[in-house]
């Protein structure tokens, strides 16, 4: 499980979104309405759900429940009970204040809902670091290929898995096709071992010089690598035995 920390360095993306009020202010506005929701249908503990809120609106990051608790644990002890603290939050998103984001192979996070404003993700497979973007090009091109399916769009996420800058700079120039990512696309650079791998590799079609794409490396079960349209198994010695670079860019020929 990675650290929340380490998931929330980074400055916030600006939101796609009207010209919108100071953080302080909006946070402030989110609170009294966030109250007279609470009021309105006589909801327990308001007060202390308040100090939650305003515990949650002064972190500008994403939130697992785990990294809450560490705050709360340090700023307001008393709060700490992560039943309370997790209805609590569920009934931020179902209010509209904040929102819960599952993204694979993570824990859930919570974001702030500020209305009317809207950003992506982008999010490292390898640390879990999540990047916000807003892009109006991105935006309306979505708009526009719906509307050419004549569908009518009412929400959307966009999340896009891959490598962060960090993790991406802390790699090896080749690295053993066992390390590859999910999704990647790499070139074999050099098969370590004698002729009799050269000749396994070879009988599958596999040479210095050829593009894969990684389509599933997981703990559990073979290396799937797809070569040509063909998707062949590889073994975890074999693997260790294929260095590899991260060359092919997506839509570059192999
Ligand atoms: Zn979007
Ligand atoms: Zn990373
Ligand atoms: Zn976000």
């Known amino acids: 499980m990675f650290d929340f920390f380490r ?3 980074g400055k916030r993306a600006k939101d796609v979104g009207p010209e919108g009020l100071d953080p302080q202010t909006q946070h402030q506005q989110e609170r009294e309405q ?7 249908f006589n909801a327990s503990r308001i007060e202390e759900r308040l100090k939650v809120l305003d515990i949650f609106l002064s972190v500008e990051e994403h939130l697992t429940l785990s990294g809450l608790e560490g705050i709360i644990r340090e700023k307001r002890p008393e709060l700490l009970d992560r039943e309370f603290l997790k209805e609590t939050m569920e009934m931020f998103c179902q209010f509209g204040f904040a929102q819960k984001q599952v993204f694979e192979t993570q ?3 919570y974001e702030h809902h500020h209305l009317g404003m809207h950003h992506d993700h982008f999010i490292c497979t390898r640390c879990g670091k999540i990047q916000e ?4 090009n991105l935006e309306r091109l979505q708009h526009e290929i719906a509307r050419q399916f004549q569908f009518h769009p009412l929400q959307h996420k966009m999340e896009i898995y891959g490598l962060c800058a960090a993790c991406m700079a802390q790699r090896e120039p080749a690295l053993s ?6 999704g990647e696309r790499v070139r074999i650079v050099t098969i370590l071992g004698g002729r009799e791998v050269q000749a396994r590799l070879g009988d599958m079609g596999l040479a ?7 389509v599933s490396n997981h703990s559990s079960g073979p290396l799937i690598v797809a070569n040509k349209g063909a998707r062949l198994a590889i073994n975890a010695g074999l693997a260790q035995k294929i260095m590899v670079s991260h060359v092919c860019r997506h839509g570059e020929e192999s």
């Not at 966030?34 to 309105?40: D, K």
């Not at 973007?133 to 109006?136: D, R, S, T, V, Y």
Request: glycine share 4%; proline share 3%.
């Open 7 to 9: 998931s929330v360095k």
């Open 34 to 40: 966030f109250q007279e929701v609470l009021q309105s």
């Open 107 to 109: 824990e859930p996070v």
């Open 133 to 136: 973007f807003a892009n109006q």
């Open 177 to 182: 096709l066992q390390y590859a990512a999910n």
């Open 208 to 214: 210095v010089g050829a593009c894969l794409e990684i």
